[in-house]
C-alpha cells in the first residue's frame, strides 16, 4: 500500500473537481465519499441534492473564517493505493485506513474536536484519496511535519494487520521521480524520456568522465545542457543547476533542475567529494592499456563485496554505476541501447544509506575515465572480458544489498544484469566462435590433458563443463595459457577460488574469460591499438533524441 502526498494547493474545488469527474482518460468510475470529518459531509457522488460547491464550502469553513492569516497553500492531498494483487477493500474498511493516516500525520489526531476539516473520496476499486484543509478548529495550522513518513509507517502496520502484499519500502536514496506534468509535456513533444531523466543520464556520465570539477561543468554543457553555477561569496562554488536546451515553461524561460534533484548523489557536495577524493593507495605505472586495467579491477570488486567493511563495499558499487555510465559512450554502438538501459537500472542500486570510502575505490574510477581516451579493442575478446567482469559484479552487487535488506536496490542491480547478459551475449558471439574453433582444433590428447585438469580441480563441476558446448572454447583457453608460460591447472584453480558460479548460464564461458583477465591472453592484440589520446582529450557525449531535436 503506497502512499503519495503531493505540494499544498490553493483550490479545494479544483481538487474536487478532478475527484469527482471522469478523469484524464475516463478511469473515474462511481466517485462517492467512504468518510468525511464528521460523518455528515455532503457527498456529490451519491446525493443527488448535494453539489462541489456545498462540499468546497464545508471544507473551506475554517480558512475563511482565519482570513488573510489562512496559509497560501492550504490544501492538503494524499492518495493511498492498495497493491495490485491485494483483496478487494470495502467503503468501510477504506475508512478506518483514511482516519488512521490522517491520525499519524497530524492532520486529524483521533479524537481531537479541533482537527482539519477533510473528505476520503474513492473513484476507483484500488485506491482513495484524502483531502484536508490545513486549519484547525482553534485556527491554528495542523501540525504535520514528515507526513509522508508518518503515512508511510502507518501504511507498513496496516498492510500486516489487513494481511495486504508488504511493499518495500524505500530508505529515501532514490531519485525523484518525474512529476505527472513533467511525463505528459515529454508525451507532447514526442520524448520518450523526461527533460529530468534525460538531464540525470547527462549528468552522471560527466561525473564518471569528468577528472576534477572545472571539467565536470565543461562536459556538461558540452553535451548540450545549460548549466548555472552559483557561488559563495568567497568564490567557492555552492551548487549548480541545469536545463536542457529548448526546454521552457510557459513564460518561455528555461526549466532549471539543482543537481539534488536529479539524484542525491548529484548534489554538487557529494559531486565535489567524488572528484576528490584522496588516493587509498600510491598510483602504480600504467603499464597496461586502460581497457585491461579496468577489467582486472572490476574482477576485483566481488571479493572486495564480500568483506565486512561496508563503506568499502558501497564505494565499489558507486563506482561499478560509473563504469556502467562511460560503457554507453565507450563501447561500440551495436551494444549502447542495452548498456544504456543497465546504467539507467542499476543507477537505483548505486547508492545506499551507507556511506561510500571512496577513496578505497580510486584505482578502478581511473581506469573508467582512461578508458574514454582510448579506442575500444578491435578484436572484442578484451571488451567481452570486461563485460563478463561487469556482468558478475552486478550480480555480487544484487547479493550485497539483499544481504543488508536493501530491496529496492537489490531489484535494480537484478535488471541491470539482465541487460547486461544481453549486451554480453552481443559481445561474445564473434570472439567466442573464434576462440571455440581452435578448441576444435586442438588434438585429441591435449583435449584429454585439459580435460584432466579441470576434472582435478573442479571435481563436482567437471561432467557439467565437459558437456558444455563452450567446453572447446575452455580448452584452448587453457592450452593457450599453457603457450604463454602458465600452470594451466593452477590458473583453472585461481580462476574458479572463492567466486560465486551458481548463477552462471555457462560455467565453460565464465570460466574461459576469468582466465583471460588473469593471464592477460589478448594482451598482444590490445599492444597493437593505437596509442591513447591525451588525458585532456574530450569524451563522446551520448545525445540523447530530445537533444538532437533541439540544436
Given at each position: 500500500?503506497?502512499?503519495?502526498?503531493?505540494?499544498?494547493?490553493?483550490?479545494?474545488?479544483?481538487?474536487?473537481?478532478?475527484?469527482?469527474?471522469?478523469?484524464?482518460?475516463?478511469?473515474?468510475?462511481?466517485?462517492?465519499?467512504?468518510?468525511s470529518f464528521d460523518g455528515f459531509a455532503p457527498d456529490p457522488g451519491r446525493d443527488?441534492?448535494?453539489?462541489?460547491?456545498?462540499?468546497?464550502?464545508?471544507?473551506?469553513?475554517?480558512?475563511?473564517?482565519?482570513?488573510?492569516?489562512?496559509?497560501?497553500?492550504?490544501?492538503?492531498?494524499?492518495?493511498?493505493?492498495?497493491?495490485?494483487?491485494?483483496?478487494?477493500?470495502?467503503?468501510?474498511?477504506?475508512?478506518?485506513?483514511?482516519?488512521?493516516?490522517?491520525?499519524?500525520?497530524?492532520?486529524?489526531?483521533?479524537?481531537?474536536?479541533?482537527?482539519?476539516?477533510?473528505?476520503?473520496?474513492?473513484?476507483?476499486?484500488?485506491?482513495?484519496?484524502?483531502?484536508?484543509?490545513?486549519?484547525?478548529?482553534?485556527?491554528?495550522?495542523?501540525?504535520?511535519?514528515?507526513?509522508?513518513?508518518?503515512?508511510?509507517?502507518?501504511?507498513?502496520?496496516?498492510?500486516?494487520?489487513?494481511?495486504?502484499?508488504?511493499?518495500?519500502?524505500?530508505?529515501?536514496?532514490?531519485?525523484?521521480?518525474?512529476?505527472?506534468?513533467?511525463?505528459?509535456?515529454?508525451?507532447?513533444?514526442?520524448?520518450?524520456?523526461?527533460?529530468?531523466?534525460?538531464?540525470?543520464?547527462?549528468?552522471?556520465?560527466?561525473?564518471?568522465?569528468?577528472?576534477?570539477?572545472?571539467?565536470?561543468?565543461?562536459?556538461?554543457?558540452?553535451?548540450?545542457?545549460?548549466?548555472?553555477?552559483?557561488?559563495?561569496?568567497?568564490?567557492?562554488?555552492?551548487?549548480?543547476?541545469?536545463?536542457?536546451?529548448?526546454?521552457?515553461?510557459?513564460?518561455?524561460?528555461?526549466?532549471?533542475?539543482?543537481?539534488?534533484?536529479?539524484?542525491?548523489?548529484?548534489?554538487?557536495?557529494?559531486?565535489?567529494?567524488?572528484?576528490?577524493?584522496?588516493?587509498?593507495?600510491?598510483?602504480?605505472?600504467?603499464?597496461?592499456?586502460?581497457?585491461?586495467?579496468?577489467?582486472?579491477?572490476?574482477?576485483?570488486?566481488?571479493?572486495?563485496?564480500?568483506?565486512?567493511?561496508?563503506?568499502?563495499?558501497?564505494?565499489?558499487?558507486?563506482?561499478?554505476?560509473?563504469?556502467?555510465?562511460?560503457?554507453?559512450?565507450?563501447?561500440?554502438?551495436?551494444?549502447?541501447?542495452?548498456?544504456?538501459?543497465?546504467?539507467?537500472?542499476?543507477?537505483?542500486?548505486?547508492?545506499?544509506?551507507?556511506?561510500?570510502?571512496?577513496?578505497?575505490?580510486?584505482?578502478?574510477?581511473?581506469?573508467?575515465?582512461?578508458?574514454?581516451?582510448?579506442?575500444?579493442?578491435?578484436?572484442?575478446?578484451?571488451?567481452?572480458?570486461?563485460?563478463?567482469?561487469?556482468?558478475?559484479?552486478?550480480?555480487?552487487?544484487?547479493?550485497?544489498?539483499?544481504?543488508?535488506?536493501?530491496?529496492?536496490?537489490?531489484?535494480?542491480?537484478?535488471?541491470?544484469?539482465?541487460?547486461?547478459?544481453?549486451?554480453?551475449?552481443?559481445?561474445?558471439?564473434?570472439?567466442?566462435?573464434?576462440?571455440?574453433?581452435?578448441?576444435?582444433?586442438?588434438?585429441?590428447?591435449?583435449?584429454?590433458?585439459?580435460?584432466?585438469?579441470?576434472?582435478?580441480?573442479?571435481?563436482?563441476?567437471?561432467?557439467?563443463?565437459?558437456?558444455?558446448?563452450?567446453?572447446?572454447?575452455?580448452?584452448?583457453?587453457?592450452?593457450?595459457?599453457?603457450?604463454?608460460?602458465?600452470?594451466?591447472?593452477?590458473?583453472?584453480?585461481?580462476?574458479?577460488?572463492?567466486?560465486?558460479?551458481?548463477?552462471?548460464?555457462?560455467?565453460?564461458?565464465?570460466?574461459?574469460?576469468?582466465?583471460?583477465?588473469?593471464?592477460?591472453?589478448?594482451?598482444?592484440?590490445?599492444?597493437?591499438?593505437?596509442?591513447?589520446?591525451?588525458?585532456?582529450?574530450?569524451?563522446?557525449?551520448?545525445?540523447?533524441?530530445?537533444?538532437?531535436?533541439?540544436?
Amino acid at each position: 500500500m503506497i502512499a503519495n502526498i503531493v505540494k499544498p494547493g490553493r483550490k479545494t474545488r479544483g481538487v474536487l473537481n478532478y475527484l469527482y469527474g471522469p478523469g484524464r482518460a475516463n478511469e473515474h468510475t462511481d466517485p462517492h465519499l467512504v468518510a468525511s470529518f464528521d460523518g455528515f459531509a455532503p457527498d456529490p457522488g451519491r446525493d443527488p441534492d448535494a453539489t462541489l460547491a456545498q462540499l468546497a464550502t464545508a471544507l473551506d469553513l475554517r480558512v475563511k473564517q482565519v482570513g488573510h492569516k489562512a496559509p497560501k497553500n492550504h490544501v492538503w492531498h494524499c492518495s493511498i493505493r492498495a497493491a495490485p494483487e491485494d483483496r478487494h477493500l470495502t467503503d468501510d474498511e477504506w475508512a478506518t485506513i483514511a482516519r488512521r493516516v490522517l491520525n499519524a500525520t497530524g492532520i486529524a489526531p483521533a479524537g481531537d474536536p479541533d482537527a482539519c476539516r477533510w473528505v476520503a473520496v474513492r473513484h476507483a476499486d484500488d485506491h482513495i484519496h484524502i483531502v484536508a484543509t490545513k486549519v484547525r478548529g482553534d485556527l491554528r495550522p495542523p501540525r504535520n511535519w514528515n507526513d509522508f513518513l508518518r503515512a508511510d509507517k502507518e501504511l507498513e502496520a496496516i498492510e500486516k494487520e489487513y494481511k495486504l502484499r508488504q511493499v518495500p519500502r524505500g530508505d529515501r536514496t532514490a531519485a525523484k521521480r518525474p512529476t505527472r506534468a513533467e511525463q505528459e509535456k515529454a508525451r507532447r513533444t514526442g520524448n520518450a524520456r523526461t527533460s529530468r531523466e534525460h538531464l540525470r543520464t547527462v549528468v552522471r556520465t560527466a561525473v564518471s568522465a569528468a577528472t576534477d570539477t572545472e571539467e565536470f561543468f565543461r562536459l556538461v554543457e558540452g553535451s548540450g545542457v545549460r548549466v548555472d553555477v552559483q557561488y559563495f561569496p568567497s568564490g567557492d562554488v555552492r551548487g549548480y543547476k541545469v536545463a536542457l536546451g529548448g526546454d521552457t515553461n510557459a513564460q518561455g524561460e528555461p526549466v532549471w533542475f539543482s543537481g539534488s534533484t536529479l539524484a542525491p548523489d548529484l548534489s554538487y557536495p557529494k559531486v565535489a567529494e567524488r572528484l576528490t577524493a584522496p588516493e587509498g593507495a600510491p598510483k602504480e605505472p600504467n603499464r597496461f592499456p586502460a581497457w585491461r586495467r579496468l577489467a582486472v579491477a572490476i574482477d576485483q570488486i566481488p571479493d572486495h563485496l564480500g568483506n565486512d567493511d561496508a563503506e568499502a563495499g558501497q564505494a565499489h558499487i558507486t563506482v561499478l554505476a560509473e563504469v556502467l555510465d562511460v560503457l554507453p559512450v565507450a563501447a561500440p554502438a551495436s551494444l549502447r541501447s542495452e548498456l544504456l538501459q543497465a546504467a539507467t537500472a542499476f543507477e537505483r542500486a548505486s547508492r545506499s544509506l551507507i556511506p561510500a570510502q571512496h577513496q578505497q575505490a580510486q584505482a578502478t574510477r581511473r581506469a573508467v575515465k582512461a578508458i574514454l581516451r582510448e579506442p575500444a579493442p578491435k578484436d572484442g575478446v578484451l571488451l567481452t572480458v570486461l563485460l563478463d567482469a561487469v556482468l558478475l559484479a552486478a550480480v555480487a552487487a544484487q547479493h550485497w544489498h539483499r544481504t543488508r535488506d536493501h530491496i529496492r536496490q537489490a531489484e535494480a542491480a537484478s535488471q541491470a544484469a539482465v541487460y547486461l547478459r544481453t549486451a554480453y551475449q552481443t559481445a561474445a558471439t564473434a570472439p567466442l566462435a573464434v576462440i571455440h574453433q581452435r578448441g576444435n582444433q586442438l588434438p585429441e590428447w591435449l583435449h584429454q590433458q585439459q580435460a584432466n585438469a579441470v576434472r582435478q580441480d573442479l571435481p563436482e563441476r567437471a561432467e557439467q563443463i565437459l558437456t558444455e558446448t563452450g567446453w572447446p572454447a575452455l580448452a584452448a583457453t587453457l592450452a593457450q595459457a599453457g603457450t604463454a608460460g602458465h600452470n594451466p591447472a593452477a590458473l583453472l584453480a585461481q580462476a574458479a577460488h572463492g567466486r560465486e558460479l551458481d548463477t552462471a548460464t555457462s560455467l565453460s564461458e565464465v570460466l574461459t574469460w576469468r582466465l583471460h583477465r588473469l593471464a592477460d591472453l589478448n594482451q598482444r592484440t590490445t599492444s597493437r591499438a593505437p596509442a591513447p589520446q591525451s588525458a585532456s582529450a574530450p569524451y563522446r557525449p551520448v545525445h540523447t533524441d530530445q537533444q538532437r531535436r533541439t540544436r
